[in-house]
């Protein structure tokens, strides 16, 4: 069994900055892709920002060049540094962490809340 713990998040006003970090604990092979999706109300779920074991990284075009994704192997660990928020970033903001044997897991954070508002 995996879990996922997340950390951070919070109300910032715009331009601002937060910081998102999420532990996994479990059984968790070392090839692995782990990450951040978030849903805004009335909105689906999209991805943010991914980061894979080998440190390959994925962006959404949104947050290219503000977020910065970014992990340590050893303790199964991803952070999300968030700068120049805006207020569209508000959203429930969601770990997750994949991996494949024979077929795709994936397991998710219980969500954290981040509000960015004056």
């Known amino acids: 069994q995996v879990q996922l713990v997340e950390s951070g998040g919070g109300l910032v006003q715009p331009g601002g900055s937060l910081r998102l970090s999420c532990a996994a604990s479990g059984n968790i092979p070392r090839f692995n892709g782990m990450g951040w999706y978030r849903q805004a109300p009335g909105k689906e779920r999209e991805l943010v920002a991914f980061?894979?074991?080998?440190?390959?990284?994925n962006y959404t075009d949104s947050v290219k060049g503000r977020f910065t994704v970014s992990r340590e192997n050893a303790k199964n660990t991803v952070h999300l540094q968030m700068n120049s928020l805006k207020p569209e970033d508000t959203a429930v903001y969601y770990c997750?962490?994949?991996?494949?044997?024979?077929?795709?897991?994936?397991?998710w954070g219980q969500g954290t809340q981040v509000t960015v508002s004056s």
């Open positions: 980061i894979r074991s080998d440190g390959n990284t």
């Open positions: 997750n962490l994949y991996f494949w044997r024979t077929i795709r897991y994936d397991y």
